[in-house]
């Protein structure tokens, strides 16, 4: 347990956590294995985990009518997996497939949720480690719909 | 003020800058789709003439009878006979280049404009960001960069396409990639399931890539909008706006600084430019009106 406690907060993305916090998201946490292909989870499940990488990427996917799986990002060594955990009804919107052999801890949302009700610090620090994540990801997805590359440079 | 000043128009010598030279198409091939490189003779005589360049410059290129455009150079700059241009098909006149074959003629004025900061960016990490077709005016830096490649510290392209099938070069970089004298990351905006790199605009490269902050330069060319997305960015990893460079597109015509079509705020694009640093353009960038 220490060595995984000490694994979530070295972890890029809880870097600067501390101690007390860091314990609590540990106490949610626990490792997790990907084959190549092999999928993390699918559009409309419960988003019951989400996922710190460690190793390997994950490509987040959407299928589309006569078009199959279409990928819409990846993301690398270090990123979160996952933000639909944060709000209701808590459930996937895409899919997630392991690109390659993937390691990376697992943490229980329901379980990180009940922790940042009980106390309101862990949540706002949560909240500020994951807003940036969320609107990075916005930009990023407004980017990619203006099709930029469409238009000459 | 300009923090470097080149000339107007390098390696014409005493010839009118409005005065295109006749050259030919030796050579054309398809990069994407509506995407050809042009590969260019000019003739002095029935003698292939010698033309040199400092990359990011751009030339002014006729097709007779249908107008003349601004296209970069997307070649290596140290060869000297051999001009190459990478033109999307967008418009009338870069339509009408990429119909044209081998034997075709041609106008030709240039090389005009400001380029890439080679010497500043000897010893430092350098980072060159490109989207899309932006990747043509920064070939020749990047030739350059790796023809001299102990002159600096690390050199990391990052390149952003619309799909894998729109990516440039496609074989050249992956023959720079087995070289391991440069870190490559290509990235598309979206891509079927078979596809084995990065999804997800080139910006989003930048935090992942891994250089020195203090002493890195970074070039960048892409879509406006692109590029406005990586200098933030850029800036968020630590570098200064003294450190980033980028080329403007506007409507060039005269190319000497003469007619204005290009104004852009206080500088001529085609003079002053096309490359600028960006602390002396940022305040323009995000105007609509220009």
Redesign the interface.
Known sequence: MEGLERIVKEHQFFAGLGEEFGNLVSGCAKNARFDAGQYLFHEGEAADQFYLLRHGGVAIELSAPGRGAITVQTLAEGEIVGVSWLVPPYRWTYDARAAGLVRAIAIDAACLRRKCEADHDLGYEMMKRFVPVLVQRLEATQLQMLDVYGAPV | MAPRSEPLASGRGALDPMLPRVARVRRKRRDAPEVWTLDIEIENGGEAEDFVFTPGQFNMLTVFGVGEVPISMSGDPAESRRLIHTV?A??AV?AALTDLGPGDAIGLRGPFGVGWPMEEAIGRDVIIAA????LAPLRPALYRLLAERARYGKIILLY???SPG?ILFRHEIESWRRSLDIEIEV?V?????D???????V??LIP?ADFDPLHAIAFV???E??MR?AIAALRKAGLNDESIYLSV?RNMKCAVGLCGHCQFGTVFVCRDGPVFRHDRVQGLLALKEI
């Open positions: 999307r967008v418009g870069s989207g899309g077709l932006g952003g396409s619309r729109d990235t905006d979206h891509a079927a399931s596809w084995r790199g990065h999804v997800g605009v910006t989003t992942r060319c892409g879509p909008i692109m997305f597109e």
